[in-house]
């Protein structure tokens, strides 16, 4: 395989490498040039933890009721079907009756879970 | 990518036939789970478990009995006898779970039908480890057996002891799946492959002795493999997590899963790192020895009955990775007659733990077996037969399993190894013994009745005769054990230095004892 020349690393991973850098770079740079370029001046209100504006209410390790628990995942996991319907659709005509079938065992998993949650009243804000 | 998997008209659909079993189960656990919305009694939702097993069973066999041994799926799944006898040991397994849980789940106040839907896709996940032609495929069948046991073990959703359990078992799993998934990567890294048989001869041709490329993969692959076995060093999880676990789930823990990872170890080590045996006999043997005396010495210090098991089945899969230590189809063929009778022999002793949990007693500690005799002489007689088996004990099949395992390894030239374990079974025989003596030479404390049933005494049954049986007439097993192994050495990617090395003649010892 063709290498960078003067080093072992093979040519093609060099994007890579270039694309760690940027990223690296990118949240650094703002960092490193707010920290020489701002002024220091501190007050109380300033030192405030951040809550997008508003003043903060409490302790930041809140608990919260198991019920925002039982919504995220059910979130996630048909956030996650749609991720997947998505892809299937664009190559739907060549993947054809094989990923129909894939397809419906899918999302007949997904709806026994969805019949499940709602039969467990996962959907009552009780 | 898209356009090579289609191409080949129908050629996606290939081999699915193969995976029947394992699509019975799992859409049988969905619909149990389906059934167990419907239903207020959860019996219904057990049997239609079992009926979902057998089915299972019953189709896995005509397959075997009708079908050529095949990989399909681009690779990803191999049909063979070799998966086939773990997963008639995982069908058994997972009927006799759900036949003990029954009354047991009454006694607890645990009236979940998940449960055994739950049990359904672990049983699941099991085969397809047992069939993995690919690590990936092996990795995505052990996470989908251990998420379903997390929850099974935590299903006492009241008892600390049982959230203790889940929370242990969850963060060792983690981690243990962590271990294997770099080694898997690791391999990747090396060979350009996940697929068993590729890695194989991608090794045969390029790996030289003693090659640290191959190495690192190969200690975290075992690594990741002790933990599921249980095998010392890494068994501290085992009997914080047997102890507080339910104990029908404790049974199915015991032989399940550790029997899974057992079918895919051997399916790695002697397939995959064929042709690199020095790099891993030696690690596996230290495995070994630590389990073995780990397991039996630890052993003599519990009270708890379910700790004493965690710790004799700690000793135990050291007995059985003796039979991967001897290596080729003579040690593959002793690995496999030992756990399918450890299993037998465990659930068995499980059941009877399982009868002694009554509403108000325990049931778990060693007192509790005090003068069980005088009460329950049936039972009694049982856990004695149970005992003498898992000690080693002739006509039990105990002993027949201990033999395999030792005669492979003589054979292969490791005679200090079955020294150690022949040292270990006498050492075990004091803590087995112990339950022996308590439930005959003590006066009983209580007589109160134990919580049988039906299905948990077909299981004492079914279990009791066929250690007896298999005890005093092992040839089935044997015989079929090692007709499933036949193709084995075909399917292996002959190293270039010539055949492979096997080791003969443990069959004609068991031969000449079996008569």
Redesign the interface.
Known sequence: MESVPGTYLPSIYFPVIVVFVVAAAAPLAPLILGYLVRPRRSYARKLLPYESGNPPVGEPRYRFSVKFFIIAMLFVVFDVEVAFLYPWAVAFDRLGLFGFIEMTLFVYFLVIGYLYAWRKGAFEWR | M??SM?DANGS??AGVEYLVPELILVGAA?LL??LD?LCRKKEVVAFAGIAGCLAALVTGFTLLGSAAPAVVLNGMFVFDGYGSFFKLLFYLTCIMTICMSLRYLRVERVGFGEYYALLLLSTAGMMFMASAGDLIVLFLGLELMTLSSYVLIGIRRDSLRSNEAAIKYFLLGGFSTAFLLYGVALIYGRTGTTQINEVASILALEAEPGDLTVLLPVVFLVVGFGYKIAAAPFHMWAPDVYEGAPTPITAFLSVGPKVAAFAAVGRVFTVGFDTVPELWTRLIMVLAVLSISVGSILALAQTNVKRMLAYSSIAHAGFALLGLIAGGPGGLTSMMVYLAIYGLMNLGAFAVVIALRREGVQGETLSDFEGLAKAHPVTSVLMLIFMFSLVGIPPTAGFVGKFAVFAAVIRAGYTPLAVIGVVFSVVSAFFYLRVVILMYMREPESEEPLSTSLPLNLVLAATVAAIIVLGVYPSPLLDFAQSALTGWEQALPQPVGGPLQENYGLFELLFIYSN
């Open positions: 898209i356009e289609v996606m659909w969905s789970i389906l919305l």
